[in-house]
């Protein structure tokens, strides 16, 4: 299993940009698929954005598409969310993971971070 630890998170006013980064500990992040979800109180846990081990595949969600950009860095061991005009619909923990395929759901990916909270006010 990859161990990871999310950063980055914060409170920002609607139109906004964070940056958050997701640092995995172990040899195989390299060779992982890595994801990210969110989830805001009272909801499931959702998917966010997936990028493949060597970023020739990335996915994302309608709702995100064209805001949020996922990116890695292999030789950090590190990878990021870079999330621009939030929303206050974004407000959510926000959860990195790593799996063997970058996937949509969360069967895909069996490692997971401990979360980071994203608030975004009106």
């Known amino acids: 299993q990859v161990h990871l630890v999310e950063s980055g998170g914060g409170l920002v006013q609607a139109g906004g940009s964070l940056r958050l980064s997701c640092t995995a500990s172990?040899?195989?992040?390299?060779?992982?698929?890595m994801g990210w979800f969110r989830q805001a109180p009272g909801k499931e846990r959702e998917f966010v954005a997936s990028?493949?081990?060597?970023?020739?595949?990335?996915y994302y969600a309608d709702s995100v598409k064209g805001r949020f950009t996922i990116s890695r860095d292999n030789a950090k061991n590190t990878g990021y969310l870079q999330m621009n005009n939030l929303q206050p619909e974004d407000t959510a923990v926000y959860y990195c993971?790593?799996?063997?395929?970058?996937?949509?759901?969360?069967?895909?990916?069996?490692?997971w971070g401990q979360g980071t909270q994203v608030t975004v006010s009106s």
């Open positions: 993971a790593a799996g063997l395929v970058a996937g949509t759901g969360r069967d895909d990916f069996g490692s």
């Open positions: 172990g040899r195989t992040f390299s060779i992982s698929a």
């Open positions: 990028i493949s081990s060597k970023s020739a595949r990335r």
